[in-house]
């Protein structure tokens, strides 16, 4: 199959098209911060997502995209709603429209498990109806529901993988910033510490979208994570087995507490999905983590 990653020259995008090359695909990726080369039988072009006419010449001939463009963390959209809104849905309208120009046939969308909002029960299935509580989960919702309304009016195959909290070398989430903190000596503020989140390896996530390139459906809602709920506490213990002296406070937290843990019973059914819930790969980050 060939296929086009949008914005697959980060932290998330070079797993996926590591793991869909050694299922030789004909991969290429779609990116700003590339450069135009070929790399491990992967081909790099270097191009703006909002560039509608390059974008459309480019995907003549693909079969599917993965479309990855997009905040991946929730406090940059909350300060900055319109570069959120311009990178989570103009960006996808662009797409969508060079895919029905084109003919290409189905997009895999990553989404995110901010579309849930808060939850009042856990682990989260896709029949929780999304309730978004941020400006980032509001914006992933409403490109969902875009990708859905080209899908059923253009004829195009939709596929949205809700994930939950990517972790990994390179990445930006609770567990990196918890192990720069530490690396400088700083205290770290633990606030609702006993909250448990689904915390998955970007190996995994690459090795879900893997899993459904080739899934036929009109359209399908998937949750990305492991099943498995670790407090943020966990996550500031694996940080302390690396760096033992670091300091951690525990703070009062006003807001509302509750668990978000990842219900993966139709991604495991449909594709096998089998990710590593153990902290085996969590450990791992901690021990090859090096300073930036």
């Known amino acids: 199959m060939k296929i086009l990653i949008t914005g697959g020259a980060g932290f998330i995008g070079s797993s996926i098209a590591t793991a869909l090359a050694k299922k030789k695909h004909k991969l290429t990726i779609y990116d700003i911060d590339t450069q135009d080369t070929k790399i491990d039988n992967?081909?790099?072009?270097?191009g703006d997502i909002f560039n509608a006419p390059h974008l459309t010449n480019i995907l003549k001939g693909y079969d599917s995209v993965i479309h990855l463009v997009g905040s991946s963390e929730a406090r940059t959209p909350q300060r900055r709603p319109q570069m959120s809104f311009d990178s989570n849905i103009r960006s996808l309208q662009v797409l969508l429209e060079a895919?029905?120009?084109?003919?290409?046939?189905?997009?895999?969308?990553?989404?995110?498990?901010a579309v849930y909002g808060i939850v009042d029960r856990s682990p989260v299935s896709e029949k929780t109806a999304p309730k978004p509580a941020n400006i980032h989960g509001y914006h992933k919702y409403m490109a969902e529901q875009l990708a859905q309304a080209y899908g059923v009016n253009y004829n195009m195959h939709i596929t949205v993988l809700?994930?939950?909290n990517v972790c990994g070398i390179g990445g930006r989430g609770i567990l990196n910033i918890l192990l720069e903190k530490?690396?400088?000596?700083?205290?770290?503020?633990?606030?609702?510490?006993?909250?448990?989140?689904?915390?998955?390896?970007?190996?995994?996530?690459?090795?879900?979208?893997?899993?459904?390139?080739?899934l036929d459906r009109e359209f399908e809602l998937y949750n990305v994570g492991t099943g498995v709920g670790r407090?943020?506490?966990?996550?500031?213990?694996?940080?302390?087995?690396?760096?033992?002296?670091?300091?951690?406070?525990?703070?009062?937290?006003?807001?509302?507490?509750?668990?978000?843990?990842?219900?993966?019973?139709?991604?495991?059914?449909?594709?096998?999905?089998?990710?590593?819930?153990?902290?085996?790969?969590?450990?791992?980050?901690?021990?090859?983590?090096?300073?930036?």
Do not use: C
């Not at 895919?99 to 498990?113: A, F, Q």
């Not at 943020?232 to 937290?253: G, M, Q, T, W």
């Open 182 to 214: 530490a690396s400088r000596g700083e205290s770290v503020k633990l606030y609702g510490e006993k909250q448990r989140r689904d915390f998955v390896h970007v190996s995994d996530v690459a090795d879900a979208f893997a899993s459904v390139v080739q």
């Open 99 to 113: 895919m029905r120009n084109t003919g290409v046939p189905r997009l895999i969308l990553s989404s995110s498990s």
């Open 162 to 164: 809700r994930l939950f």
């Open 231 to 292: 407090s943020i506490e966990d996550i500031a213990n694996l940080v302390k087995e690396r760096f033992p002296d670091s300091s951690v406070e525990h703070s009062e937290y006003e807001g509302i507490l509750y668990d978000f843990v990842a219900d993966i019973t139709k991604l495991r059914d449909t594709t096998g999905f089998s990710p590593d819930g153990s902290d085996d790969k969590l450990r791992e980050v901690v021990r090859n983590w090096k300073a930036a």
């Open 42 to 46: 992967i081909e790099h072009i270097k």
